[in-house]
């Protein structure tokens, strides 16, 4: 049989690379999402947040300190009574926001929710987008929103250029999203849970057609022998 080819986003720093099938449920993030700096490895801390934010009762954020402590070994290379204070504080900090209070009245939660999206049809390799998003849940009002949580290191007014560099990745997740739910998330957020602010993306025909042509030239330049 033809051999897939499975293609992904980093989730800490939203660049595209190549997945093998059989491998999928052992993709661990590699790449920091920040420039290097003294102290906490930043791809330590953001995989300590989102274990946080993919166990914890939301309706408990009394319970973070607990959960990072009982997780903090499978991510940290060495005890740091640092990293586990910040990553407590963001998930607090997250959990006490006015999303945290969204998805404690949703009907329905979701978390890391994993797919795999065919990308196209032809060719005799089949080929895929393989994702996990951090959350799709199901408000109150009964619409479907997709959630994904950043622990970048920028502040407000930087948002927006942070957020650009994953717009392809949301792009893709709010598709996986469309093809599963059966109708499509009336919206696609980041959350930046260091600066508390999201960033929403508005997916028109213009942003559409635009994403897939900077997609099709990433999966052409990345499958190149």
């Not at 300590?48 to 990072?68: G, K, M, N, Y």
């Not at 949703?106 to 797919?115: G, I, K, L, S």
């Amino acid at each position: 049989s033809a051999e897939r080819r499975s293609f992904s986003f980093s989730r800490l720093t939203g660049q595209l690379g190549l997945a093998d099938g059989p491998r999928l449920e052992e993709q661990q993030e590699t790449m920091a999402a920040d420039p290097p700096r003294p102290g906490v490895p930043a791809v330590q801390l953001g995989q300590l947040v989102h274990s946080i934010l993919e166990r914890i009762d939301f309706h408990r954020p009394d319970q973070a300190a607990q959960w990072c402590r009982l997780l903090a070994s499978n991510y940290l290379e060495t005890p740091s009574p640092e990293a586990e204070q910040q990553a407590t504080r963001l998930a607090v900090q997250f959990l006490q926001s006015s999303r945290g209070e969204a998805l404690r009245q949703a009907r329905v939660v979701r978390r890391e929710v994993e797919f795999l999206l065919p990308l196209d049809a032809t060719g005799e390799t089949p080929r895929h987008w393989y994702g996990v998003i951090d959350c799709l849940y199901c408000d109150a009002e009964g619409a479907w929103r997709l959630l994904d949580y950043k622990t970048n290191r920028t502040d407000a007014e930087r948002v927006p250029l942070a957020a650009a560099a994953y717009e392809l990745q949301m792009f893709v997740y709010h598709q996986a999203a469309t093809q599963a739910l059966g109708v499509a998330p009336v919206e696609s957020v980041l959350y930046f849970v260091r600066p508390g602010v999201e960033h929403q993306f508005q997916w028109d025909e213009v942003s559409r057609q635009r994403c897939q042509a900077q997609l099709d030239a990433a999966v052409r330049e990345t499958s190149a022998p």
